[in-house]
């Protein structure tokens, strides 16, 4: 029996940095969903765990212990045959890694029968696996380990832009100039305008964008073309970049901005995308 999980791209449509613990992680306050683009990772039972990687954006990607599947793998105590299909760009702020582990934890869950682990137990594999596993829209706080289900998500269309420059997450918290910056209000608006939503988003931030912009200056570029786009309602960098994301409210012009970006920026990675809007299964 094989059993096959969706990891979809992690997008953190608000990331606000509250405070920093005394250990050097950062506190949050983000609102994140997960969208249509993603990776596929297969689980078979086996002798002892083995992973390949295969896909558009397999190259570089570790197959050893450092990869966070295995690392899920090793945390349950099941060895599987295990397939990771990669879609998704590495160290691009949409959770690439973090995703793939959750998915693999619900795959070798559902396939041996087990409980899923401990959020400790989560965070211990990254900050954004916790908020990856039920992978559905949700405000995320502390350091990644509280995940609040929010509901009425507004599937609309997307473009995700990726320069093809890789930022580690690190040093990116570590640049950032102010560590006590306000959160979200308390009270989302009504979702389901989606005018409204959009217009809300935009009095919010992602506090990383800046530093990481400091240390790859091509993703202010892409701000400025998907802000240009003709429709765009919202654009902003995901986690610690590079990817950034531009909100539209209709296919059809989303598709022509789509076609233009992709014309004018051949090497960048452009992506059609949109919200699951719906649990995982
Ligand atoms: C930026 C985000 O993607 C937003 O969703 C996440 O907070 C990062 O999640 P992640 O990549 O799973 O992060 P981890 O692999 O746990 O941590 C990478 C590095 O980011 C920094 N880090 C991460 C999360 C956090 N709340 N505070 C931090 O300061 C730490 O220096 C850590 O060594
Ligand atoms: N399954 C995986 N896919 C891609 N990279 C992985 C995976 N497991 C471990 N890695 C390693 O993790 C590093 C960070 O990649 P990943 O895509 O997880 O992070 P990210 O884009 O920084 O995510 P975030 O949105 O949390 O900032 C990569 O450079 C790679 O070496």
């Known amino acids: 029996m094989t059993v096959e999980a969706f990891a979809p791209a992690k997008i953190n449509l608000t990331l606000h940095v509250t405070d920093q613990r005394s250990d050097g992680y950062h506190l949050l306050d983000s609102l994140v969903t997960f969208v249509d683009v993603g990776d596929a990772v297969t689980v078979e039972k086996a002798e002892k765990s083995t992973l390949t990687v295969t896909g558009p954006m397999a ?29 998704l760009p590495a160290a691009a702020g949409i959770g690439g890694g973090s995703s793939d582990a959750a998915a693999a934890l619900r795959a070798l869950t559902t396939l041996y029968n087990l409980a899923l682990p401990s959020v400790s137990d989560l965070l211990s594999l990254g900050a954004d696996v916790p908020v990856c596993v039920p992978a559905t829209l949700a405000r995320m706080t502390g350091i990644g380990e509280q995940v609040a289900p929010v509901v009425n998500e507004p599937v609309w269309p997307m473009i995700l832009i990726n320069p093809r420059v890789s930022v580690p997450t690190g040093p990116v918290f570590q640049a950032l100039p102010s560590k006590n910056n306000p959160p979200m209000p308390e009270d989302f608006p009504d979702w389901k305008d989606w005018d409204t939503a959009a217009a809300w988003l935009t009095t919010q931030r992602n ?10 200056p091509s993703i202010g570029q892409v701000l400025t073309e998907l802000h240009d786009s ?20 209709d296919d059809d012009i989303r598709d022509r901005a789509l076609k233009k970006l992709r014309g004018d920026f051949p090497n960048w990675w452009i992506m059609p995308t949109r919200p699951l809007g719906h649990p995982m299964a």
């Open 230 to 249: 003709k429709g765009c309602a919202l654009a902003r960098m995901s986690g610690s970049g590079a990817t950034c994301f531009g909100i539209y409210f």
């Open 59 to 87: 190259a570089g990607v570790p197959t050893d212990s450092r990869n966070l599947v295995l690392r899920a793998a090793e945390m349950l105590g099941v060895p599987a045959k295990i397939t990771l299909n990669k879609h």
């Open 207 to 216: 506090d990383l964008e800046a530093p990481a912009i400091g240390a790859q």
